[in-house]
C-alpha cells in the first residue's frame, strides 16, 4: 500500500473533514480559555463525556468569552498542520443562559460607555424628509409588515429598500454587519431601520454583540435601532443614532404624518398672505396719509396766496388814490418831506382821476 | 437618491420655511415681496400635491448577507 508523509496525511484529513462536514454547530462549555499574543484565542469545549479544542482569531469573536460559560459554536473542523491536532476553527459564538448572556453584557456595556459609542455627540440627526429608506430584518418576523404599515399610514412616494438577515441566531450578527456595510458602500438610503420584535436575552443577543454594535455606530447613513422588549435596552440601540422602542415606533421616527405636514404648510400659506395683505394695507394707508398731508399744505399755500394778494391790492398806488389819497410832485419828482417845499414853488397833483399844477402860498 | 430635475421636498420645504420667516420678520418692501409671495404659495402646493402620492415602493435586495470566512 502507498505509504504517505505525515504532511500529507495531516493535509489530507485537514481538506477531508473541512470539505466533508462544511462548518458544524457545537454546544458546550468553556474551559481552559487563554489568549496568545494578543491574537490568538484558545479554548476548550467540554461537556460531561468530551472535550475539543477550539481556536480562534480576535478579530472573530468578541472577548465577553470566559470559563465557564455555556455556548455554541460554529465553525470549521481541521487539523493544525503544525501538530495534526484536531480542533474547530471558530466562525460565530453564541451565548446560551441566562448567566453567561448577563455577564457579556454587562462587560460590554462598560467597555464601550467608556470608549464613547453610547455618547450623544456622536449620534446624526436624521433626516425629515427622508426619500429613501433601508430596512433590515427578517421577512418572517411581524416586525417587517409593522414597520411597512406604519410609514404607508403615514407617508407617501417612498423608496423602501429591504435586506432580509436573520435577526437571533448563530449568523445573525454577520449578516445585519454585512448588510449595513453594503447600504454604506452600495445601495445609499436617506436613513436606516434596523428591527426586530421583543424576546429574552439568548434571542435579542445579536443586538448586543460587540460588532453588531460597532457597525451601527460607524454606519455613514443614519441607524434607527428599534427592538421590542420588556427589559433592558440593547447596545445596539444604545449606539443607534435613534432608537425606537418597537418596530412601529421605528416608522414613526423617520418619517412625519403627512397629515401634520399639510397643516404646517396651510398655516405658512395663511401666514404670507396675511403679511402681504396688511403690507397692502399698510400701504394704502400710507398713500392716502400722504394725500391728506399733501391737501393740507396745498390749501394752506392757497391762503397764504389769497392773502398776500389781498395785501399786494390794498398796498397798490392806484387803489391807495382810489380812498381819496393823492400824490404831490414838484418837477417830476414825488414830495415827501414838506422841507422840500418853499412858498412859490409850481407843484403838481396828482389824482385818483386826473391831475392839476398849482403854487404854494403859504405853509 | 433624487436627481435634479424630481422635486426635492426638504429642499422645496426649506425654500418656503424661508420665505414665511422673511414674512414674519416684520417689514416687508410690497414691490420685493410679491415675487417671494407668489414663490411662497407655488411652493405650497406642489409640495402638498406631492404629498398626495399615496403609494411607497418597496424593493427587496438582491444581494445576500451569508456568512463565508
Redesign the interface.
Known sequence: MKVYSVSEVVNYISSYLEQGLG?IAVQGEITGYNVNQNRLIFFELKDDNSRMTCFALTH?ITDVLEDGMEVKV?G?PKLFKKSGKFHIHV??VELVGEGALQKAFAKLKDKLSKEGVFDEQYKQAL???P??IGLITS?DAAAFNDV?IR??ER???????????GVQGL?AV???V??IE?YNT???VDVLIITRGGGSLEDLQAFNDERLVRAVFASKIPIVVGVGHERDITLAELASDMRASTPTNAAELVVPH?RE??RQ??D??V???D??ES??DN?QQLASRLVDRVSVWLSRIQENLAHHTKLLHTLSPQVTLERGYSITLKDDKVVKDIRLIKVGDQIKTKLSAGDFSSEVTNN | ??TAKQF???KS?QE??K??EQ??SGD?D?DQ??KE?ER??EL?EK??A????????????K?K???N?
Open positions: 462548518s472573530q460554529l470549521l466562525q460565530e433626516p425629515r424628509f426619500e429613501s421577512r411597512l410609514l404607508n407617508w407617501g412616494g417612498l423608496n423602501i429598500k429591504f435586506a432580509h438577515t449568523g454577520s449578516q445585519i454585512k448588510a453594503y452600495h445601495e445609499p403627512q405636514i399639510i404648510i396651510e405658512i400659506r401666514s404670507i398672505v403679511s402681504i403690507a397692502i400701504k | 437618491m433624487t426635492n421636498f426638504e420645504y418656503l420655511e420665505i414665511v414674512f414674519e416687508i410690497l415681496s410679491l409671495f411662497g404659495l405650497a409640495l402638498k406631492k404629498l398626495s402620492e399615496v403609494e411607497n415602493k418597496v424593493i427587496e435586495i444581494q448577507f451569508e456568512n470566512e
